[in-house]
Structures are given as structure tokens and as C-alpha cells.
């Protein structure tokens, strides 16, 4: 499989042209190429480059393809962002000669060619560009575009002899048009401000030196030196020093972590105190930091379905309303006593100028990419727009216990046995069981013995995926795991003599018989009660936990955390199933909600792929958790979900918002339009104005929700 590349696009000032340029790279084959115009990027398999650059040149030769660089490049992005003091300047010397015309306007209407002499210069100080275009795209067949309709509105009037309006037209379109450039730069410059965490060197320590070198240029096994303040450029570990590590611009968290020697850090986040070396442990390239980086701007290519609407919306919008301009100017003037061609003429050319959909298609795709942005900095990644709309609608969340609810610190509370062997060793026999294991249990087992374990005394180990190991110890069959391990194995399970506690049990058979339990407890996260509390405050109806520990140990976790349901007992596979009937019996009317899993990302793969959103927590330094998940939160605060969702309703709210103003003013100007209520100026504000403050209006989303918005329902 190719790799994907993202790739900026230069120039692309123009939704339209974004969209042309994706639908034309898909007429040549590359399916799966994205163009994505709130970030100017390009999304597409590595060995398409050289193919795409060849169809962008025919499709707008004003936009260039520009391979990533190995590096970030300082500066000139924001140069071709910014509109020029020079465009400024024309747009202030054609409002002067517009001024002039209007005020000597008797005047200059007696004398033709002084009329002209004022008002051709001005319109073509700020509509050549407009001209220019539009004849271009017309050899190039494409004619229903924003600089077609201009140049047509725009010469319509010169025709019929309204130079003002016609200069005024495109004088007020030229200032909405670098008002909405200068937004929509301050947009991307705001998206792609998450992208500046992306380290530009590496301090190499090579021999007795210590060379600056790109992050790409490190080796695995190589030691670089990391200063107070500086970005920790790859994933390592330490090997001299101590400090604490900023890890805000992943995670989001606030709070540093400590950072010794043993320690692993991560990429992207910051070193605030002692210098420290690091052994690098990953190339840059499959860094946590590049693979997070490579998933935002990566983003776009999963469009929400509104998204999709509004880009389908566009293609047949513009050509009806031409359509409907040209039976304007055609019909009545043929039907209606009394009226002239020009009157009606002037009417379809209003028509013109209201038709082109920038304000939908500009803002809808800024808005659902601000909100990716915002959740992003929050420590939340989402995949794309799509899923920050399944997120929008969660109604009912489904919760892994062990690591997700909980801390995920198992701890041994206590040793009970049948009598026939001590507690101490029955500890040694399970700890030597569980000595191969990775599971958090086996964990908190071997540190409850405390002493070193020999790796010769155990034979045979054999892990039984949700129930337990079994492995010959000192050369005595022992079993630990799930009292389901022993009832499939045969072994009476036995009652010890301790009490009851709600706690994960670790029964132990040695040789066919019941020897005892291990209790460990697991206790909730600080933070799980407080997720719960707000998801349901924000209109979550149900809220489910699964886990494949005990009833009693579930129940115990559920009532502490205020759950509506528990369900305990389940091996992995179960978990699937589980979520398939919780989806199942969600009632008829509420089908049309999501549901959210919310796990490890890990172990529960199967079960974030079954739900409609699937959310992996604690993913910081994980690829398998970034891979298996659609939403992932990088620490490990449960909390952060809530936050997610309230980021994914205000952008829908937002994206509502702008389609209602965009469709209610559109409809409006084009009725005032037809009837002759409604001239230019009014029309450029239908289009121009309303795109603009469409734009502005979808900024707000990268702003960071307050808290009042996470009780939102």
C-alpha cells in the first residue's frame, strides 16, 4: 500500500477551485486524493505526485503543488497568505475614482468618453484579475464559477450603461474578497499553528561534540541532548539527568510530568528544567509526534456528510440560478405588457451576483477543520468531520473498566488460602505463573512477592486469552486466572476463609486442586465520576460498563460511578457481541444517535470498530491505540470525552448556523431580486458579506468551549 502524502497547495485562494481540482484529480484516476482547502492541502498516495502536479496545471495554473519538506519553512507561508499593500492600494485609488464619478456623475454622463475615462481604469484596477480568470476557466470549460459570474454581471451593467454600479460591483467584491482572504489566512494560520510542534532539530552528542541535526538525521540508538525550554525532538529514553516534561501540546494537560532516568519521553512535548540526554528509541518518522501530525492534517480526507451536501449542494446551485437569471431577462420583457429588456436585464444580472455558494462552501469545511483543530489542542485527536459529527450525536456510551473507569494499578489486598499451603507460597506459585504475562493483574501479582523470580522454575506456560495462564512451577501444574480457568480445567473452585471484598479474584489451582485466591483491587479514576456526571448532564441517556471481571466487583465500580448498567464476565470477544445488543435496544426514536466505546485501544480493537465512534483513551506513545481508534484521547483522563463532545456540538451548532444565514439571506436577495427590490449593492452583500461573515463566524470554533458549554445537552 502507497503511502500518503500531504502536500500544500499554494495559491488555492478559491472553494470552487479546491473542489474542481479534487473532482479533476479523481477523473484521473486518483481516487483517493483529497484537496482540502481549509488547511490548502492536498492528501494522496506517494507515487501520484508527479501525475497530480500535471492535472493541477491544467485545472488552475495559479496553484502549485509543493512537496512536505523535510523541515518546516519559516516565514513565507504567512507571506502568501496576507494580501499585498499593493491590492490594498488598488482597491484605494479605484474607490477614488468611484467617489470622483458619483459626485460628477451629470457631468460626466453628458460626455461618454469622460465617463468611461473615470470608470473603465477603476474597474479594471479591481476586476482584471476577475477578467482574467474568467477567461481562462472558459477555455478550460469551466463556466459556472464565482469569476464567470462576475465578469458577467459586471459587463451586463457596463452594457446597459450603469458604469457606477458596475465598478462599484466589483469594488466591493475585491474588498469582500480580502476580507475573506485575510480570514480564512487567519484560519489556516490557527490549524496549522497545532502543527508547530513538529521539532526542527536534534542536538546530536556524536564522540565529544554535540552537532545540530534534522530530527530525521537521528538514528535509533543515538543520544541527543536536551536543554531546559528546548522541544524534545524524538521518542527516547532517559539516560542522564532529570527534569519534568511539557506534555500540553499533546495531551493537553497542564501539569508537567517528572522525567528520570529510565523514563521514556515522547516527541513534541517540552523540557521545562534539567538537561537531560535521551537514547533514541524511534526513528522520527514513527515518533508518536509525526504520527498524531500526520493524522491532523490527514483529517480532511474524512469529510462529514455535511460537508459532502454542501460541496453536491454548490454544483447544481449555481447553474439553476443562472438558469433562472436567464428566463428572467428573456421572459418578461416577451410576456409582460410594458416591460423593457434592460429593466429586466439589470434584474437578472443581480441574480448573477447572488448566485455563486462561497459562503457554504468556504465555511462549512473551516468550520468542521477549527473544530478538529480545537479538540486537538485540548489532547483530543480526531480522525475527521465525520466523526466529530458521530461524536456530536452520542446518546449512549459504552465504558471499558480496567484502565478507562479505573486506574489501572492493581493492587494485592489480600492472600486467602484453603489451608493446605501457606499464603506466602501460594504467592510465590501464582507470581511464577503469571511471570510471562503483560496484563496489569499478572503486574500488581509478581510485585505483591516482592523478590527476584527464576525464569527456570517455570515450564509449559500457556496464556488462555480471557481466563488465566497455566504453566508448570517447580514442576507442580498451577492455574491462575478467572474462576472460569478452573471450571474449564475441571477444578472445583473452593471458598477461602477470608472475607468478602469487592476486588478482582486470581483463584490458584496447583495440581488439580483449589489452593486459594488472590484478592486485587482496582479503584476508580478521580476524574470517572465527574465524566459520567457530565455526559449525562449534556443529554447522554446511557451510560454501560463492560468488563470481563466479576459481578460483584462491576456493580461495586458501577454504583461508586453512577452507571445505568454493568456487565461483567466477558472475554474479549463477548465484549463485540455486547455492544451489538446495547446498539439494538436503544428505542426506535433514538436510532438516530451514536453510540461511543470508549477503551484502550488496544485490547478492545474489535470493539471500537463495531461502534459507531470509537474512542481510545491514554494513547499517548501508543501507534496500535492512534491506529484501531476514531477519536483518541491522549492521557488518561476520562473527563476528556465530555470535552470532545461539547467541541463536536458547538461546530455542528456553528456549521448550522452558517448554512441557515447563508440560505435564508441567499433566497431572500434572490426573490427582492426578481421582483426589482433588491439592486448590486445588495446582492454583492448576499455574496460577498455573507461568505465573509460566514467566515468569521466559523473561527469562533477554534476558540476553546467555556465551561457552561460542556452541560449543554
Keep these: 500500500m502507497a503511502r500518503k502524502l500531504s502536500c500544500t497547495l499554494q495559491g488555492l485562494d478559491c472553494a470552487n477551485c479546491a473542489a474542481r481540482i479534487e473532482e479533476a484529480l479523481h477523473r484521473h484516476g486518483?481516487?483517493?486524493?483529497?484537496?482540502?482547502?481549509?488547511?490548502?492541502?492536498?492528501?494522496?498516495?506517494?507515487?501520484?505526485?508527479?501525475?497530480?502536479?500535471?492535472?493541477?496545471?491544467?485545472?488552475?495554473?495559479?496553484?502549485?503543488?509543493?512537496?512536505?519538506?523535510?523541515?518546516?519553512?519559516?516565514?513565507?507561508?504567512?507571506?502568501?497568505?496576507?494580501?499585498?499593500?499593493?491590492?490594498?492600494?488598488?482597491?484605494?485609488?479605484?474607490?477614488?475614482?468611484?467617489?470622483?464619478?458619483?459626485?460628477?456623475?451629470?457631468?460626466?454622463?453628458?460626455?461618454?468618453?469622460?465617463?468611461?475615462?473615470?470608470?473603465?481604469?477603476?474597474?479594471?484596477?479591481?476586476?482584471?484579475?476577475?477578467l482574467l480568470a474568467a477567461v481562462r476557466n472558459i477555455g478550460r470549460g469551466q463556466v459556472f464559477d464565482e469569476n464567470f459570474l462576475m465578469t458577467l454581471a459586471t459587463l451586463g451593467a457596463f452594457a446597459i450603461h450603469e458604469l457606477p454600479e458596475a465598478v462599484a460591483v466589483m469594488l466591493f467584491y475585491a474588498v469582500g474578497e480580502y476580507f475573506q482572504d485575510r480570514a480564512v489566512a487567519g484560519s489556516r494560520r490557527s490549524i496549522k499553528a497545532l502543527l508547530a510542534v513538529r521539532p526542527d532539530r536534534a542536538n546530536l552528542r556524536r564522540g565529544g561534540e554535540v552537532v545540530a541535526v534534522p530530527p530525521e538525521a537521528v538514528a535509533v540508538g543515538d543520544e541527543i541532548i536536551v536543554r531546559p525550554g528546548e522541544r524534545i525532538p524524538l521518542d527516547g529514553e532517559v539516560i542522564e539527568g532529570s527534569t519534568y516534561v511539557d506534555t500540553s501540546a499533546l495531551t493537553g494537560e497542564s501539569?508537567?510530568?517528572?522525567?528520570?532516568?529510565?523514563?521514556?519521553?515522547?516527541?513534541?512535548?517540552?523540557?521545562?528544567?534539567?538537561?537531560?540526554?535521551?537514547?533514541?528509541?524511534?526513528?522520527?518518522?514513527?515518533?508518536?509526534?509525526?504520527?498524531?501530525?500526520?493524522?491532523?492534517?490527514?483529517?480532511?480526507?474524512?469529510?462529514?456528510?455535511?460537508?459532502?451536501?454542501?460541496?453536491?449542494?454548490?454544483?447544481?446551485?449555481?447553474?439553476?440560478?443562472?438558469?433562472?437569471?436567464?428566463?428572467?431577462?428573456?421572459?418578461?420583457?416577451?410576456?409582460?405588457?410594458?416591460a423593457t429588456f434592460a429593466e429586466w436585464l439589470h434584474r437578472a444580472l443581480v441574480l448573477l451576483v447572488i448566485s455563486c455558494p462561497c459562503a457554504l462552501v468556504v465555511s462549512v469545511p473551516l468550520s468542521y477543520f477549527g473544530g478538529i483543530g480545537a479538540a486537538s489542542r485540548a489532547g483530543i485527536l480526531v480522525k475527521g468531520g465525520n466523526y466529530l459529527d458521530a461524536l456530536a450525536k452520542v446518546d449512549t456510551v459504552v465504558w471499558d473498566k480496567t484502565g478507562t473507569l479505573t486506574q489501572g494499578t492493581f493492587q494485592v489486598v489480600a492472600v486467602d488460602t484453603a489451608g493446605e499451603i501457606a499464603a506466602n507460597d501460594l504467592l510465590h506459585l501464582a507470581a511464577h505463573a503469571e511471570a510471562h504475562s503483560a496484563h496489569p493483574i499478572a503486574a500488581s501479582v509478581r510485585e505483591a512477592y516482592g523478590r527476584p523470580l527464576d525464569p527456570g522454575a517455570v515450564t509449559d506456560y500457556e496464556e488462555v486469552a480471557g481466563h488465566g495462564v497455566r504453566a508448570r512451577v517447580d514442576g507442580r501444574l498451577v492455574l491462575a486466572g478467572h474462576e472460569r480457568l478452573l471450571t474449564r480445567e475441571g477444578v472445583p473452585v473452593g471458598r477461602s476463609a477470608?472475607?468478602?471484598?469487592?476486588?478482582?479474584?486470581?483463584?490458584?489451582?496447583?495440581?488439580?486442586?483449589?489452593?486459594?485466591?488472590?484478592?486485587?483491587?482496582?479503584?476508580?479514576?478521580?476524574?470517572?465520576?465527574?465524566?459520567?456526571?457530565?455526559?449525562?448532564?449534556?443529554?447522554?441517556?446511557?451510560?454501560?460498563?463492560?468488563?470481563?471481571?466479576?459481578?460483584?466487583?462491576?456493580?461495586?465500580?458501577?454504583r461508586q460511578l453512577g452507571l445505568d448498567e454493568v456487565r461483567a464476565n466477558l472475554l474479549p470477544e463477548e465484549k463485540v457481541a455486547a455492544v451489538e445488543a446495547i446498539a439494538a435496544a436503544r428505542p426506535e426514536g433514538r436510532r438516530q444517535g451514536t453510540l461511543a466505546y470508549v477503551g484502550d485501544g488496544?485490547?478492545?480493537?474489535?470493539?471500537?470498530?463495531?461502534?459507531?465512534?470509537?474512542?481510545?483513551?491514554?494513547?499517548?506513545?501508543?501507534?496500535?491505540?492512534?491506529?484501531?481508534?476514531?477519536?483518541?484521547?491522549?492521557?488518561?483522563?476520562?473527563?476528556?470525552?465530555?470535552?470532545?463532545?461539547?467541541?463536536?456540538?458547538?461546530?455542528?451548532?456553528?456549521?448550522?448556523?452558517?448554512?441557515?444565514?447563508?440560505?435564508?439571506?441567499?433566497?431572500?436577495?434572490?426573490?427582492?431580486?426578481?421582483?426589482?427590490?433588491?439592486?448590486?449593492?445588495?446582492?454583492?452583500?448576499?455574496?460577498?458579506?455573507?461568505?465573509?461573515?460566514?467566515?468569521?463566524?466559523?473561527?469562533?470554533?477554534?476558540?476553546?468551549?467555556?465551561?457552561?458549554?460542556?452541560?449543554?445537552?
Design 30 to 130: 486518483m481516487a483517493d486524493a483529497i484537496v482540502s482547502f481549509a488547511t490548502s492541502q492536498l492528501v494522496l498516495d506517494e507515487d501520484e505526485v508527479a501525475q497530480a502536479e500535471a492535472v493541477i496545471r491544467q485545472v488552475d495554473p495559479k496553484v502549485t503543488l509543493v512537496r512536505p519538506e523535510p523541515a518546516p519553512q519559516a516565514g513565507g507561508e504567512e507571506e502568501d497568505d496576507a494580501p499585498s499593500w499593493r491590492r490594498i492600494a488598488e482597491m484605494a485609488v479605484a474607490a477614488t475614482l468611484l467617489v470622483i464619478g458619483a459626485v460628477y456623475h451629470g457631468t460626466l454622463h453628458t460626455r461618454p468618453w469622460a465617463e468611461y475615462a473615470v470608470f473603465v481604469p477603476a474597474y479594471l484596477l479591481v476586476g482584471r484579475d476577475v
Design 255 to 338: 501539569v508537567p510530568r517528572a522525567a528520570t532516568v529510565g523514563d521514556t519521553v515522547l516527541a513534541g512535548t517540552v523540557n521545562t528544567r534539567g538537561l537531560i540526554v535521551v537514547r533514541v528509541t524511534r526513528p522520527f518518522g514513527e515518533s508518536s509526534i509525526a504520527r498524531v501530525l500526520q493524522l491532523v492534517q490527514q483529517a480532511a480526507a474524512r469529510k462529514a456528510p455535511t460537508e459532502r451536501a454542501i460541496t453536491a449542494f454548490a454544483r447544481w446551485y449555481t447553474p439553476a440560478v443562472v438558469g433562472l437569471a436567464a428566463l428572467v431577462a428573456l421572459v418578461p420583457p416577451l410576456v409582460l405588457p410594458g
Design 498 to 558: 477470608g472475607p468478602d471484598s469487592a476486588g478482582t479474584e486470581v483463584h490458584v489451582a496447583v495440581d488439580g486442586t483449589w489452593a486459594g485466591r488472590v484478592l486485587i483491587a482496582d479503584q476508580p479514576k478521580p476524574a470517572s465520576a465527574d465524566a459520567v456526571g457530565r455526559l449525562r448532564a449534556m443529554g447522554v441517556r446511557r451510560q454501560v460498563m463492560l468488563t470481563g471481571d466479576v459481578q460483584h466487583v462491576a456493580e461495586s465500580i458501577g
Design 602 to 713: 488496544i485490547n478492545d480493537a474489535p470493539v471500537l470498530t463495531r461502534a459507531d465512534v470509537g474512542v481510545a483513551m491514554g494513547a499517548l506513545g501508543s501507534d496500535a491505540a492512534i491506529e484501531a481508534a476514531d477519536v483518541v484521547i491522549m492521557d488518561d483522563d476520562p473527563a476528556k470525552l465530555a470535552l470532545g463532545v461539547s467541541i463536536a456540538r458547538r461546530t455542528r451548532r456553528i456549521v448550522a448556523e452558517n448554512i441557515a444565514f447563508a440560505l435564508a439571506v441567499k433566497f431572500l436577495m434572490l426573490l427582492l431580486g426578481a421582483l426589482g427590490l433588491a439592486g448590486m449593492w445588495e446582492a454583492v452583500f448576499a455574496d460577498v458579506g455573507v461568505a465573509l461573515l460566514a467566515i468569521l463566524n466559523a473561527t469562533r470554533v477554534m476558540r476553546a468551549p467555556r465551561s457552561r458549554d460542556l452541560k449543554v445537552a
